[in-house]
């Protein structure tokens, strides 16, 4: 096998066909869940592919056009398989350096040696064992995606009044569901002084729709023996810690959680790919290979996306590197020194984080904060000098989206004069 892509979502599907598209042939795509399509399948609401596809499509039609392409192109696929392992072999450069171990009900333990590996695993979402909220522990709590997935895939209601806490994307489309499947959603809580949805989803699903937004505001204990029977709320300071006395009771039978994803990198980390602590994915240069060559990472394994365009365009750089890589080899690639990408100031993260300065390039970021009529700054370290390189304004900048800081030919030269001897340092930080 020439290329095993590890998950079928929208990340691994994109990255098998633009592969397929690239030349390689000898690929298979392994997927755990019954279907390909990944998260997608249950996300039934619109708003999918306005950029990829310039149509707005549900999940489902979305993943679909990938499983149709991937089809056309006949490229195998195991579903209900799911990877337990993957070693990597460097021992055996002329032969496969890797292993890639599956489980599945109906051929039991499978070993796939391949030349590359696409990680494209996807995440999961953060449970109240993350979060530590006193109280007991009754049932009617659930993650927002699960929720989501009993309601739209097994048509079953998780309840009927409803508290959500977390205003991400995930917290905002299960509101609107839950109402329109005809829940009292008393009122969303997010922690932060803002949403970390998207702008469209805070008007849709919310102010469309009559539900409460509670900014600077968490649960801070859960009542129920049995089932749950309400949750205490508490206004938070700057330091997101609980005011005493702005205590307050919610009834409610159903408390849906919707407080981040946790790129799915346990497969990963036991092959020792080098992990950034911020992404909580693989580190990662431009064509998105890791820090052991030939395992590429994509998709929500490596960042979590805001929109699944973005997945897409990323997993179609990988695959096409992936099959580039079999087909001439990496010599010039391991030839150039590149360049480290670190995030300064307002920027919270870079991917890629490093470059090796072949082609153009472009740099993918987020804030930490949000940030009105401002400038990403592309800096080179030179000597301990700064030297600009290019600045993008923008006129807001918010945690939750996702911004492109493209790199031309005209500046990708520049900084290969600048970092002709050794590997340079680039920075990207907004003013
Ligand atoms: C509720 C919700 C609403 C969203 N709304 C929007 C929206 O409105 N617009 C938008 O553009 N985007 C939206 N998104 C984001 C979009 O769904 C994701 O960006 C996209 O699905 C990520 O693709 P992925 O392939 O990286 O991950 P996933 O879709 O999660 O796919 C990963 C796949 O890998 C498989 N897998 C994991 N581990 C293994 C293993 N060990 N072995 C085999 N298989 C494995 C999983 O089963 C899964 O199928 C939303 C997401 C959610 C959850």
């Given at each position: ?50 950029q ?20 056309e192109?006949?490229?195998e ?47 999961r979402?953060?449970?109240r ?63 932060m002084?803002?949403?970390a ?24 204990n ?57 992404t ?11 820090s ?7 998709g ?75 400038k ?11 030297k ?5 304004k ?10 492109e ?15 002709a001897?050794?590997?340079?340092q ?6």
């Open positions: 096998m020439n290329i095993a892509v590890v998950g079928g979502g929208p990340a691994g599907l994109a990255a098998a066909v633009a592969a397929y598209d690239a030349g390689e042939r000898d690929l298979i795509v392994i997927e755990r869940d019954r279907h390909l399509g990944g998260i997608l399948q249950q996300c039934i609401h619109n708003g999918f592919g306005l990829w596809f310039k149509k707005e499509l549900t999940g489902p039609e979305y993943a679909q056009r990938f499983i149709d392409q991937a089809e192109r006949k490229i696929s195991m579903t209900g398989t799911m990877v337990l392992e993957i070693q990597y072999h460097p021992e055996q450069p002329e032969g496969y350096t890797k292993s890639v171990f599956c489980l599945s009900p109906s051929c039991g333990v499978i070993e796939y040696q391949a030349n590359a590996v696409i990680l494209s695993m996807g995440c979402e953060r449970v064992g993350n979060l530590k909220t006193p109280g007991t522990r009754p049932v009617g709590i659930y993650s927002a995606g699960l929720a989501q997935r009993l309601v739209n895939l097994e048509g079953v209601m998780p309840g009927k009044e409803v508290v959500i806490l977390g205003s991400g994307d995930i917290g905002l489309i299960m509101a609107r569901r839950m109402k329109w499947e005809g829940a009292d959603v008393k009122m969303v809580c997010e922690i002084p803002y949403s949805g998207l702008a469209r989803n805070i008007q849709q699903c919310l102010i469309d729709q009559n539900i409460p937004l509670h900014l600077s505001t968490t649960v801070v859960i009542h129920g023996k049995d089932r749950l029977e309400g949750v205490t709320i508490a206004a938070v300071d700057e330091k997101r810690q609980p005011i005493p006395g702005t205590e307050r009771y919610v009834s409610c039978d159903t408390l849906l959680l919707s407080v981040g994803l946790l790129p799915e990198n346990e497969l990963s980390r036991a092959l020792s790919v080098e992990m950034d602590p911020v909580g994915g693989p580190k990662v240069d431009e064509d998105r290979e890791t052991i060559p030939g395992v590429y990472a994509c929500n394994v490596l960042h979590v996306h805001d929109i699944v365009d973005f997945v897409s365009k990323e997993s179609t750089i990988a695959g096409e590197a992936a099959a580039r890589q079999i087909a001439s080899g990496n010599e010039e690639k391991t030839a150039s020194k590149g360049a480290l990408i670190k995030a300064a100031g307002n920027v919270r993260y870079t991917v890629p984080q490093h470059a090796s300065l072949l082609n153009p390039f472009s740099i993918y970021c987020r804030v930490g904060q949000p940030q009105d009529e401002g990403f700054t592309l800096k080179a370290l030179v000597n301990g000098e700064e600009v390189i290019l600045t993008k923008f006129v807001r900048a918010v945690p939750s989206e996702m911004a800081i493209p790199v031309n030919e005209k500046q990708l030269s520049e900084i290969r004069s600048l970092f001897e050794e590997e340079g680039l920075v990207l930080t907004t003013e």
